[in-house]
């Protein structure tokens, strides 16, 4: 792996052109290569596709899985068929690798993966060699401004953003490009930054590659590089890993703990404009004697309504573990990897770390006099693409800020079409010991309910009001009409926002 000088995109447009008539795409990959093979070099195993490349008969398309995937040298002869080769050595994606067998070589300079946009889009994501694919894999790069490609973090954070057209999108920490690329489909204006120029000597191919239209790159650390702009939608996929120290730039943000997610977040709400989002990933400590909730409460910034979801936590010995494979400190000395070790425990046990937390944390600009704030856990599988379902969020808590108690059960409802009704309990038994309404869709979410929870759910078709309904219910269990309608609303408001009841807009209102 080489951290040298970029290629330029001189000439991007044409080896686009190439590669694309090649049919170097997610979809050619996939034919060329089988599912196990495609699916181990998502993983960064590269011997199965090594092997289905191996021979040179399958043409253009594996001589470029070979030259940009797999760091393979391969004939002159070979990557003339494929591509406008002295433009591409003059650019300085190949270069020459010397004669072998009588025959001249060439050899890739970046890796270039072929990435498949939401839309059907034939992109390309550039990154250094060996790094096609991002995050905690174990790379085992000890060089502090390697650029990684695509990870499993980068197409999470792709797949939750708000893709409404914006007018400005700005894209923290942009590596190789693929947040500031999703954007450039729906933002008029996309500015991104990086405290590694060559992170944004990346990007810059990559939007050209891809045929995208440029935008703006700024060097420098958060907000520091935009001034006092403010924009309608932020991304990150910061540098969020809590380490002993700032080895990796990509990974390592060179702050204390967790800092430099809650300095990003805090720091947020003064660059959206009204109605804008922010959205991260994140790291974060859960502290001896502290609420994670509550530390992640104090991270939004006044003005920000946010919804912030746990996806996951590692205690810390299993962190520093991730961390120590992904630098390849596990292939060191192995008293090397012991002090390594030890540091990462020592960091944790002066700041009282007894694990780390992995999430989302999503920002808007409401100005709202009563914020809302929802910090949950939910470790569960969802459905990708999120972005629909964020905003649908966002817009239930508008709707539940709104209404009273009151208002709730003068308000219509129907229950969300994917939602399936389970009842648990003993077979045979006459009645269930719990009813668990469920999402199929989107988050996916399951909750338990009650009798009249259940009751209500069911015959909620937006004909009848909340109060009367349960006025109807009340009949039927013989129960007071009085205090069911005071006691049910809680459980309304917990059922619209989750997503399991949609509230109906009546004619007049």
Not at 363 to 385: C, F, G, K, M, Y
């Amino acid at each position: 792996m080489s951290t040298t000088s970029l290629p330029t995109p001189d000439h991007a447009a044409e080896l686009r052109s190439a590669m694309l008539a090649a049919g170097f795409t997610a979809d050619g990959l996939l034919d060329l290569l089988g599912a196990p093979a495609y699916a181990a070099l998502a993983r960064s195993e590269t011997v199965p596709a090594l092997r289905a490349t191996r021979g040179g008969g399958h043409g253009p398309l594996a001589t470029l899985v070979r030259l940009f995937l797999l760091q393979q040298t391969v004939p002159y002869a070979h990557a003339a068929a494929a591509l406008p080769v002295e433009a591409a050595l003059a650019d300085g994606w190949l270069r020459r690798a010397g004669a072998a067998g009588g025959e001249d070589t060439v050899d890739a300079t970046v890796d270039v993966r072929p990435y498949g946009g939401p839309d059907g889009e034939d992109w390309f994501i550039v990154s250094d060699l060996g790094c096609a694919v991002g995050g905690a894999g174990g790379i085992g790069s000890r060089e502090e401004g390697v650029v990684l490609g695509v990870g499993g973090a980068s197409t999470t954070l792709a797949g939750i953003t708000v893709r409404t057209p914006v007018g400005s999108a700005l894209d923290i920490g942009t590596g190789s490009g693929i947040q500031a690329l999703h954007a450039t489909r729906h933002a008029t204006r996309v500015t991104a930054t990086d405290v590694n120029p060559r992170a944004l000597g990346f990007t810059r191919l990559t939007l050209a590659l891809s045929g995208a239209p440029e935008a703006e790159l700024l060097t420098g650390s958060l907000f520091e590089p935009v001034g006092e702009d403010t924009y309608d939608l932020i991304v990150s996929n910061p540098p969020f890993v809590i380490s002993p120290g700032a080895r990796l730039t990509y990974r390592d943000g060179g702050m204390g703990g967790d800092d430099l997610c809650r300095t990003l977040v805090q720091q947020a709400g003064a660059r959206l404009n009204p109605g804008g989002y922010a959205q991260f990933l994140g790291n974060w400590q859960h502290v001896e004697g502290e609420d994670w909730h509550d530390r992640l409460r104090s991270w939004v910034p006044r003005g920000c309504d946010a919804w912030i979801v746990q996806r996951d936590v590692q205690d810390v010995t299993q962190y520093a573990e991730l961390w120590l494979r992904d630098a390849g400190d596990h292939q060191s000395d192995p008293a090397e990897y012991a002090r390594r070790y030890e540091e990462w425990l020592d960091e944790f046990e002066a700041r009282k770390t007894k694990s780390v937390g992995f999430g989302w944390i999503t920002l808007r600009r409401t100005d709202a006099a009563e914020p809302s704030i929802v910090v949950e856990e939910w470790p569960h599988t969802v459905e990708q693409p999120l972005g629909e379902a964020v905003t649908a969020h966002f817009a239930r808590q508008d709707y539940l800020r709104a209404h009273d108690d009151a208002a709730l059960l003068e308000a219509h409802f129907t229950l969300v079409e994917e939602v399936v009704q389970e009842q648990v309990g003993p077979p045979g038994a006459e009645d269930p010991e719990h009813v668990v309404l469920r999402q199929n869709r989107g988050m996916r979410r399951a909750t338990k309910v009650d009798t009249v929870g259940a009751g209500f759910a069911g015959v909620c078709d937006g004909s009848l009001s909340a109060g009367r309904i349960l006025d109807a219910i009340a009949q039927l269990m013989q129960e007071d009409p009085v205090v069911l309608r005071d006691r049910t609303p809680e459980a309304i408001r917990l059922l619209v926002e989750q997503g399991f009841l949609e509230p109906v807009t009546r004619p007049g209102r």
